[in-house]
Every structure is written in structure tokens, then in C-alpha cells.
């Protein structure tokens, strides 16, 4: 361990100006020790897993602090004095019983790259996010949210925005500003489409939209080009455009528990980088033969279907190591089948 890390509070009381990370998590710690203020050089405090209810006035003195981990306590009120904490690069407060982000506050804090809210029950987000231009990751899950500001479309280093579990029905078309955004999480709302605005981030690696209520896919998916992971499972999705074909990247679709009762050879041939296809729990009542072209398939998800038979060039997938195909219509086990030697692992009743 190296001299200015500790782990214990009278340790590092003996060495007060040495320590730059103070790691007393999981204590049954109900406050914040009034000592911690001794440490000017402090740069790391870790206070997680603890059951603190209030966040000290001196804490803005720790002027040289970088990171803040105080997630996983019994936190209800984030103090505006924190917004002097100018130093701060990583803030979580996840896991706490906090309502309301106050104004002038969060968005005091210009170095900040990091910031965890997830698992609270925060209702209004006031961050005028227009002064965050070095954040790069949001975690918001588990919260109480219906809206977002208009200004984190000014977030603009912004890689990762995790909003699954919320009650958001719509985002704010400043969305689509966030250039570098590379993964987000919308799931577990109440989206009954996906924006537009999702539709203009160029950048996008990553989509989450699982347990919504989308009945339908707009073709502008096809835009999403760098586009390598989509979720849409948990939906109410009956038909997929040809121009989910044109997500070239995409190597994991998740489509499972919709009512997609067709998917064209247009809308499968060209996504020959996919790895993994779900498509259980579906009214599929054909596979598209266009299918065999997947080279790169590794799983395939189809169970519970309407499905009678299997396409025979099923057996040019060689990458394949898992095919579920059990709750069908089969009355005989596909003759292709026979010649997936390689794969693994297969389900069939």
C-alpha cells in the first residue's frame, strides 16, 4: 500500500498532511468524521457503504478533492456548498434516498467527468448542464424522472447516459448535439417510440431500449451506422424496416418478447458482422433463408415462435455455438439440424 493511501482514520490522523486517499467505506459510519477536514491534500474519499444521512459544510473546503464516493448511504439533500468543491472530477451519490438535484450546484463543479445518481427516487434534475464540458459519463437509473433539461444537449464530451428505469416518455431534441455519445440506456421507461433525436447521434456504439412500449421501428434506424449493440426486447414491435439491414456494425440484436411475426431476407442479408440474434418469444412463423449469410453468428434465439421449419442454410453458419429452438411447431426435429455437428449447445422440445 502506497504511503498516502489509508484505510484508517487514526492512521492517517498521524500523517494528516500526506494523505490523498482516504478509503473508509463500509464502516456503519452515521457521519462524516470531523477530522476528514484536516486533510487539505485529500484527492480520493471514499465513504460508500455507510449509512450517512447529511454531507458536512466542510467538505467544499477539501479544495484539492478529485473524487467523491459516498454512494450507498442514506443521503436525502445534495448541499450547494459541494459546488465548491472546483477540484472534483468524479462524484457518486448513487444508491441514497435523494429527491431533488438543486440548482447551481452540480453544474458549479466545470472539471467534472463523472457523476452517478442511479437508484434514488429524484424527480427533478436541475442541472444546467452547459458548464459540464469535460462530463463524459451520467448514470441516472432507478430514479423518478419524467423529463430531462434541454441543456444536456450542451453536454457535448458526453460518451455514456445510462436513463434506464425512469418514467421518461420523451427526450429533449437537444439530444441529438451529444456527437460523442457512444452508449445509451433508455430501458425500463415508458417510450412508445424511439426519438428522433437518438437518431442524429453518429457516434452511438451502444442502444438500449428494452421494456418500453414501441409498437413500431421508424426507418430512420438506418442511420445509426457505428451502431454494434440494439436492444429492443420488451416491446410491442410487430414489423422491422429493411433499414435495420443497413446497421453494417451491428453485431448483437436483442429482439426477444415482441410480436414480430415476419423479417424480410432485405432486412437480415446484410448484417453480416452479428454475432448474436434474439428473436424468442415472437409470432415469427418463417426464418428468412438470407439467414445463412451470418457467417459470424455465434447464437441464435428463437424459441417460442410459430415455427415449422428451418431454412437449410442454417448450415453455413460454422461460427454457430448456441441455437434455442424449443416451444415451436416442429413435429419432427429440421433436417438441418443434423448438420450443426458444431454446435453446442441446442434446445428442442
Do not use: W
Not at 418463417?286 to 441464435?300: A, C, V
Amino acid at each position: 500500500m502506497r504511503k498516502n493511501i489509508y484505510a484508517n482514520l487514526q492512521n492517517a490522523l498521524q500523517n494528516v498532511n500526506s494523505v490523498e486517499i482516504l478509503q473508509l467505506n463500509d464502516q456503519d459510519l452515521k457521519s462524516f468524521p470531523e477530522e476528514i477536514a484536516l486533510f487539505k491534500n485529500l484527492r480520493v474519499l471514499d465513504l460508500s457503504e455507510n449509512l450517512i444521512q447529511e454531507i458536512p459544510s466542510f467538505i467544499g473546503k477539501l479544495v484539492k478533492l478529485e473524487e467523491l464516493y459516498l454512494n450507498d448511504n442514506a443521503i436525502e439533500n445534495i448541499p450547494t456548498f459541494i459546488g465548491g468543491n472546483k477540484s472534483l472530477k468524479k462524484l457518486d451519490l448513487g444508491e441514497n434516498n435523494i429527491k431533488i438535484v438543486p440548482e447551481k450546484t452540480i453544474e458549479r463543479l466545470e472539471q467534472l467527468k463523472f457523476i452517478n445518481l442511479e437508484y434514488n427516487v429524484i424527480e427533478q434534475l436541475n442541472i444546467d448542464f452547459s458548464n459540464l464540458k469535460q462530463l463524459k459519463t451520467i448514470r441516472l437509473k432507478k430514479n423518478l424522472l419524467k423529463s430531462l433539461p434541454d441543456s444536456i444537449g450542451q453536454a457535448t464530451q458526453l460518451d455514456y447516459l445510462l436513463l434506464s428505469k425512469n418514467k421518461l416518455k420523451d427526450l429533449p431534441k437537444s439530444l441529438k448535439n451529444l456527437s460523442q455519445l457512444s452508449d445509451l440506456d433508455i430501458s425500463s421507461n415508458m417510450f412508445n417510440s424511439i426519438p428522433l433525436c437518438i437518431f442524429q447521434l453518429n457516434s452511438l456504439q451502444r442502444l438500449q431500449c428494452r421494456e418500453n412500449n414501441i409498437n413500431s421501428l421508424s426507418s430512420d434506424i438506418g442511420r445509426l451506422k457505428q451502431l454494434e449493440y440494439l436492444s429492443l426486447s420488451e416491446n410491442k414491435i410487430q414489423e422491422l424496416p429493411e433499414q435495420l439491414g443497413e446497421l453494417s456494425a451491428l453485431k448483437y440484436l436483442l429482439l426477444t418478447n415482441n410480436e414480430i411475426s415476419h423479417i424480410s431476407n432485405d432486412t437480415i442479408s446484410s448484417l453480416i458482422q452479428l454475432e448474436e440474434l434474439g428473436l424468442s418469444n415472437n409470432e415469427l412463423n418463417t426464418l428468412p433463408s438470407e439467414i445463412g449469410n451470418l457467417y459470424r453468428l455465434e447464437k441464435l434465439y428463437i424459441s417460442n415462435n410459430n415455427l415449422s421449419s428451418l431454412p437449410t442454410t442454417l448450415s453455413n453458419l460454422k461460427n454457430l455455438s448456441t441455437l434455442s429452438f424449443d416451444r415451436n411447431k416442429f413435429t419432427i426435429l429440421p433436417d438441418v439440424v443434423d448438420e450443426l455437428t458444431h454446435v453446442n449447445i441446442i434446445s428442442f422440445s
